[in-house]
């Protein structure tokens, strides 16, 4: 081995010991760098030589630097890194809640509602005490002041987590668009044998804040740049493209913006794991949101549209100190609804929609079972949406519509020629006389003696509802708003057969068919197919359509990728081409424009507890001095009432019947009923009073008509202004049975004291669960109580395993400076030996010039 060569080993030493001290030196330099990855220079032996005897080592070289760098505890500690970012962002948020819902003595809502309850108690002592009829209204306002101030804490934490989650997601739009960047930077610049080993660091830094923000899913190409994807499968980043998030219309949205500038957006539905920073935020997001009858605020609001409701259910039976002498405007009012009305397809009758394949209003609607046709139409289906729909409390109200079918009418004989054919529908008597010798038609033929029961009907029902033959101004009421169509095998009925269905759309009133019988046959009657008995809407009485009523705001339904699901209820379709401006994409968004009743009913906030179908209140009538204008109260009834404006002219026309019976000579109108901007205007003449009691429809408790509260949710909770202008009509008593209203009546005070232990309570979306008022508002105290705890708990627990994790990670990458120290010294030692090398080496050199001379 020549002299050069031992120089060349030398040299090789020296230059390799250098590098591997400044790797060293650089592990020293960034030992407090976040994420930095320790980096080691691997060392080898240069490729031998071949001599006489045997291959002749030429010394070392580096032949990398690589970083010591566990994939596996990386991808760890990013996934629990992920797990406390999104207990933490829960835990900030959960205290705020936590402190609105804070028990305080003397604030607490069951303190409060306790003595609101003490207070009716304390009235029912003494009803005539003006004091203690402040008292009651003193505290119900600071059960109602209560009530807001929570609802305007959530709904300010909701603000503040909209505005974190507007943040968070910018922070992660940037970082995606920095990953891209990395990735070009580090396939663009590394070979199979150097490495971008800082450039990785710095990826994997900023992969770790996005898993801060979001769970994520990723992995290397064989290029070297990261794929990156949601949880739910979304790309975020996929070699120089990168993706992005926006929050709009209270909905996380993934937005694709392809190269010709099309944006294409897909909705992350609140089932979406998103884990993180951004997956707590939509976590109490989803506790805060408006709509949702389960969460944190669909629960208060369910606590005070109970309240609401069983106060005023039981105040409006009662009477205060005098009667009503004053105008009277109904606190609640009728909003117009849109009315979205359509059939259920009779050709998917026999498909069942799957749990979650239909959202209303961002709302998922549970399964809708399958069912055959009855005489053409998917009765059975509509049925099984309505429910479902109603159960989803996706703010609108589905109803079907009343239709009762008879059987084929059998042609009469010539010897049943002038029978009389009798019976009634709703009480009102229909009477038909059989013509079985009119020729060409007569009744021999089904379909002439189907047509002619029908047209006998409709007519009767029309001179009834025009008050034909009734002496002016009597007035028939209530009216009967049923029609009679032929039936035709498609319709609900089979071929000529008797079909009677209710005239508005979503009107589930009864249909009575009663007293059939005919003269001078007895089973004459027989042949017209009628069945007597009462028919309510359900599965096997209903005209096959389907109404939605809204008064929230437009009706938005969301059926997927395309409209094969909403053709299934009638929502997509010929049908629908004049309202469904995109066709086939699955969606529908239906508004006053497209469909509306005015002043309806089902604009009622409380209109799911109407019972107008033989629901009646009655109408007391007084004159100025306290004694009864009518010996008997005016019962009014609401049967078919379908707008606010039916109930009006019913008590309009009920007085009218009443005040001008023959046997009672008084002007008119005592009383009379308008409807002004949607609310019900009660105004008495100058020489009457009113008063009301025994209301089993409960539609003055709906409307406000002698009421309590008014509103309908925490944030809406209020006192009715009959009330607070005047404490006398505090409604403490009740009108007994002749009329007389007693100032030292306590029996509807004590009444509403009863409410209190009351287990039957129902609350809006917890369908027939009940519980007590104070029951109800603990179980959502002590589950915001163990949600915040099993947080504390949760966040304490997986911090312990992070730092184990770290300490784990740290051992494979993190730098120890004594380790560093040890490796330096190691290193320097070896470039001094090598530079001796030299030194002896050039020393030989010398000799071997000097012996040659």
Do not use: C
């Not at 994939?71 to 933490?88: A, D, E, K, P």
């Not at 049967?639 to 009443?658: E, G, P, Q, W």
Request: glycine share 8%; hydrophobic share 35%; net charge negative.
């Amino acid at each position: 081995m020549s002299v050069s060569a031992t120089l060349n080993i030398a040299k090789e030493a020296l230059l390799t010991h250098m590098s591997a001290i400044t790797v060293t030196g650089h592990n020293i330099a960034n030992v407090n760098t976040p994420g930095y990855s320790r980096q080691v220079l691997g060392l080898t032996t240069s490729v031998a030589t071949p001599t006489g005897i045997g291959f002749q080592g030429n010394g070392v070289r580096g032949d990398s630097i690589s970083r010591q760098y566990d994939l596996f505890m990386v991808q760890r500690l990013m996934s629990q890194n992920s797990t406390i970012n999104n207990l933490t962002t829960q835990q900030q948020s959960m205290r705020v809640i936590e402190t609105s819902f804070n028990e305080v003595p003397g604030l607490a809502v069951n303190d409060l509602l306790s003595k609101l309850f003490e207070s009716w108690q304390a009235l029912s002592n003494n009803p005539e005490l003006s004091s203690n009829r402040q008292t009651v209204i003193q505290q119900a306002q600071l059960l109602n002041e209560q009530l807001h101030s929570m609802n305007n804490e959530l709904s300010q934490t909701r603000y503040e987590t909209g505005v974190a989650l507007r943040a968070a997601i910018g922070e992660v739009n940037s970082l995606t668009k920095q990953l891209a960047d990395l990735n070009v930077k580090i396939t663009t610049s590394e070979t199979s044998q150097q490495q971008q080993n800082d450039l990785r660091d710095t990826r994997d830094n900023l992969m770790k804040d996005l898993g801060g923000y979001l769970d994520i899913n990723y992995y290397e190409s064989g290029s070297g740049a990261y794929t990156i994807m949601m949880s739910d499968g979304h790309s975020l980043v996929n070699n120089n493209e990168a993706w992005s998030l926006d929050w709009k219309d209270n909905t996380l949205q993934w937005v694709n913006v392809q190269s010709t500038g099309k944006e294409t957006r897909a909705a992350l539905d609140n089932s979406t794991i998103l884990g993180s920073k951004i997956g707590g935020l939509m976590e109490i997001n989803n506790q805060l949101a408006e709509g949702d009858p389960n969460n944190y605020l669909g629960r208060l609001d369910g606590l005070a549209n109970a309240i609401i409701r069983e106060f005023n259910q039981q105040h409006s039976q009662g009477v205060g100190l005098v009667s009503f002498s004053d105008k009277l405007t109904s606190s609640e009012s009728a909003d117009n609804a849109v009315l979205l009305n359509t059939t259920v397809d009779p050709l998917t009758a026999s498909e069942t929609l799957a749990a979650g394949s239909l959202t209303i209003n961002g709302h998922d609607i549970g399964r809708i079972d399958k069912s055959g046709l009855i005489n053409g139409l998917a009765m059975g289906k509509t049925a099984n949406a309505a429910e479902a729909i109603n159960s989803a409390s996706a703010g609108v109200l589905a109803r079907m519509t009343t239709q009762v079918a008879g059987g084929t009418v059998t042609a009469m004989t010539a010897g049943e020629d002038a029978s009389t054919l009798s019976f009634t529908i709703n009480g009102l008597a229909i009477s038909y006389t059989v013509d079985s010798t009119t020729l060409p038609n007569n009744d021999t033929d089904p379909a002439t003696l189907a047509n002619n029961l029908v047209a006998t009907i409709n007519t009767a029902i029309s001179n009834y509802n025009n008050n034909v033959g009734l002496p002016s101004p009597q007035t028939n009421i209530p009216k009967i708003t049923i029609d009679a169509v032929l039936g035709d095998g498609t319709n609900g009925g089979p071929a000529n057969s008797i079909v009677l269905r209710n005239r508005n759309k979503g009107d589930e009133s009864t249909i009575d068919i009663a007293d059939l019988s005919s003269i001078p046959g007895a089973t004459t009657i027989d042949k017209i197919g009628l069945t007597v008995g009462n028919y309510k809407a359900d599965a096997t009485h209903n005209t096959g359509e389907l109404a939605l009523f809204s008064h929230n705001g437009p009706i938005i339904i969301d059926g997927g990728a395309n409209d094969n699901k909403l053709v299934q209820l009638g929502w997509a379709g010929p049908g629908m081409a004049a309202v469904d401006k995109s066709p086939d994409d699955g969606k529908l968004s239906f508004d006053y424009t497209n469909g509306s009743v005015s002043n309806s009913l089902m604009g009622l906030d409380y209109a799911d507890t109407l019972q107008t179908d033989g629901g009646t209140f009655d109408l007391f009538l007084y004159n100025t001095n306290g004694s009864l204008a009518l010996a008997q109260p005016v019962k009014i009834d609401l049967t078919r009432a379908y707008t606010l404006d039916d109930v009006a002219s019913t008590i309009n026309n009920s007085i009218k019947n009443a005040v001008n019976d023959p046997t009672v000579p008084a002007p008119t109108p005592w009383v009379s009923a308008s409807v002004v901007g949607n609310q019900l205007l009660l105004t008495p003449d100058g020489n009457h009073n009113f008063a009301f009691g025994n209301d089993t429809s409960n539609f003055l408790a709906a409307i406000g008509i002698n009421t309590f509260f008014s509103g309908h949710s925490a944030g809406t909770i209020g006192l009715n202004q009959a009330v607070t202008d005047n404490l006398d009509n505090l409604a403490a008593g009740k009108i007994n049975s002749f009329g007389e209203i007693f100032r030292g009546d306590n029996t509807n005070s004590l009444l509403i004291t009863n409410i209190q232990g009351d287990e039957n309570i129902t609350f809006t979306g917890h369908g027939s669960q009940t519980d007590t008022l104070d029951g109800f508002y603990n179980s959502l105290v002590a589950d915001i109580g163990l949600k915040g705890k099993s947080i504390n708990s949760d966040l304490e627990y997986n911090n312990l395993v992070f730092d184990q994790l770290n300490e784990i990670r740290d051992a494979t990458s993190g730098v120890s400076l004594d380790e560093e120290m040890s490796n330096l010294i190691k290193f320097q030692h070896a470039y001094s030996a090598a530079a001796k090398l030299i030194s002896t080496a050039d020393e030989m050199m010398v000799t071997l010039l000097e012996t040659i001379r």
